[in-house]
C-alpha cells in the first residue's frame, strides 16, 4: 500500500467548492487503488490573509514542504475587495508567486482539450473544432516580467513612475524548453514555439536557446509564431496546435484565451512542475462573481487532480479514468453552468451535482 501526503490549498472564492468535490473524487481514487492519501489542509491566499496576516503563512510552507503533492485552489478576491489588503500582500504577490518561487516550479502544463462530442461548449464554429481541440501550452512560471524587480516612484519632473524588469538567463529558458521538447516527442512531434523576437530580446534569447536545444529533437519539428499572431491563430484554426512553448506573461494570457475557445475557463486544470516538488491547480482565479452559489464547474480542479495522479503518483491508467469520467457527464447531455447556452436544451447541474455524477461514473469503472 502507498501512502502520499497531499497539501491541500483550497484558496479562496470558489476553491473551497470545487476542492470540495475534488477530494470526493481523490477518495474514490483511494478506494480503488492500492493508495492513500493524506491530505493536509492549508490557508493560502486572501483567507490566510485575514486570518494570519500573512496569505502565505509559515505553517503552510511548512506543510508543502512536508507533502508529496499539493492541490491547489484558485486564489484572489475582486478588484475592490482587493484594496483591503496591503498590496505586496495581496494573493498573487503575497502568495502564488511565493508558492512559485519555493518550489521552483518552472514548467508548467495547461491542456486545453474539447472532444468533438463537445463541440457545442465552445464558441467557435463546428467547422473549425473539427475532430477536436486537442493541444497543451507549456507555460515558463518563475521567470520573466512576473518575478523581475519592480520600482515606483516620483521622477524629477513630478511625474508619478513604474519600473518592471523582465529577466531571463539561458539555463532558465533551456529548462522549460527541454520539457516542451520532451512532450512534444511523445505527442505529435511539432512545437510551435510562441515568442516576440521582432521587439523583445529576451525572445531574441530564448529562439537563439531553442534552436541549440532542437539539436537533440532531431524529430521534432519547430514551428515559429509570434504571439499576436498565435492569439489569432487560436480562434481561426486551434486545430493546428499540439505543443506550444512560451514565457511567462505569453502563457499567462494566451491559456486564459484557451479557456475562452473551450467554453470556460472552468474547463482548464493545469500541472506546475519543478524538479523537486509540483503543484497543481486551475489555471482560472478565484471567480468572485459566482463564489458561494454552487454553480462554479469543478472540472478544472478534478482535472488537477487528474494531472497529479499521473505526474505525481504514476497512477496514469486512474488519470485517464478520472478525464472519461468528468467528459462522460458532459456527454450524457449535463453541462455546468458557465457552459450552458439559453436556449441549447442542456440539463444544467451544480458543482456539487456534477461532483456526484463524476464519482458515480469513476465507482463503475474498471480498474487495472
Ligand atoms: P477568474 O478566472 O476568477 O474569472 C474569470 C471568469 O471566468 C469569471 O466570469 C468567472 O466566473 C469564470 N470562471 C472562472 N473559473 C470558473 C469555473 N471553474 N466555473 C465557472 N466559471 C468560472 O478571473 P478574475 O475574475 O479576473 O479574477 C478573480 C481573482 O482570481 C483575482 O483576484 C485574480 O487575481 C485571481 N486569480 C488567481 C489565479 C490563481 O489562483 N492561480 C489565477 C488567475 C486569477
Redo the contacts with the bound molecule.
Keep these: 500500500m502507498k501512502n502520499y501526503k497531499v497539501a491541500v490549498l483550497a484558496?479562496?472564492?470558489?476553491?473551497p467548492e470545487?476542492t470540495k468535490e475534488a477530494l470526493k473524487v481523490l477518495k474514490v481514487v483511494e478506494e480503488r487503488n492500492n493508495v492513500t492519501f493524506e491530505l493536509l489542509p492549508a490557508l493560502f491566499?486572501?483567507c490566510a490573509y485575514f486570518e494570519t496576516g500573512d496569505a502565505f503563512p509559515q505553517q503552510t510552507k511548512d506543510i508543502c514542504d512536508s507533502a508529496d503533492a499539493i492541490l491547489?485552489?484558485?486564489?484572489?478576491?475582486?478588484?475592490e475587495?482587493?484594496k483591503n489588503i496591503p498590496i505586496d500582500k495581496?494573493?498573487?504577490r503575497g502568495a502564488?508567486l511565493p508558492l512559485r518561487r519555493r518550489y521552483n516550479t518552472y514548467a508548467n502544463f495547461r491542456p486545453v482539450s474539447l472532444p468533438k462530442e463537445l463541440a457545442h461548449f465552445s464558441p467557435l464554429k463546428a467547422e473549425i473544432i473539427g475532430e477536436g481541440i486537442d493541444f497543451i501550452i507549456v507555460r515558463e512560471l518563475v521567470g520573466g516580467l512576473y518575478f523581475g524587480k519592480k520600482e515606483t516612484g516620483v521622477d524629477d519632473k513630478g511625474q508619478r513612475y513604474v519600473r518592471e524588469v523582465l529577466e531571463y538567463d539561458e539555463g532558465q529558458i533551456r529548462q522549460i524548453l527541454v520539457q516542451a521538447f520532451k512532450l512534444a516527442t511523445a505527442r505529435k512531434k511539432v512545437l510551435h514555439n510562441i515568442h516576440k523576437s521582432n521587439v523583445l530580446k529576451s525572445s531574441v534569447l530564448w529562439n537563439e536557446i531553442l534552436e541549440e536545444v532542437a539539436v537533440d529533437y532531431p524529430d521534432v519539428e519547430v514551428i515559429n509564431m509570434l504571439v499576436d499572431a498565435a492569439a489569432t491563430y487560436l480562434c481561426l484554426k486551434p486545430t493546428q496546435f499540439d505543443v506550444m512553448v512560451m514565457e511567462n506573461m505569453f502563457g499567462?494570457i494566451l491559456s486564459?484565451q484557451g479557456?475562452g475557445i473551450l467554453g470556460?475557463?472552468?474547463?482548464?486544470p493545469?500541472a506546475c512542475i519543478g524538479d523537486e516538488k509540483a503543484y497543481y491547480?486551475?489555471?482560472?482565479?478565484?471567480?468572485?462573481?459566482?463564489a458561494g452559489k454552487n454553480?462554479?464547474?469543478?472540472?478544472?480542479?478534478i482535472g488537477s487532480v487528474a494531472m497529479m495522479l499521473e505526474n505525481s503518483f504514476d497512477m496514469a491508467d486512474e488519470a485517464k479514468n478520472v478525464w472519461a469520467a468528468m467528459q462522460g457527464v458532459f456527454a450524457d447531455g449535463f453541462s455546468?453552468?458557465?457552459?450552458s447556452k439559453p436556449g441549447a436544451g442542456v440539463n444544467m447541474i451544480s458543482?456539487q451535482e456534477f461532483g456526484d455524477k463524476v464519482v458515480e461514473k469513476l465507482k463503475n469503472m474498471p480498474t487495472v
Design positions: 484558496g479562496d472564492g470558489i476553491g470545487i491566499g486572501a491547489k485552489g484558485p486564489i484572489g478576491l475582486s478588484h475587495e482587493s495581496q494573493p498573487e502564488l499567462d486564459d479557456g470556460s475557463l472552468g474547463l482548464m493545469s491547480e486551475p489555471s482560472h482565479g478565484s471567480a468572485p462573481d459566482i454553480m462554479a464547474n469543478p472540472y478544472s480542479m455546468t453552468a458557465d457552459l458543482t
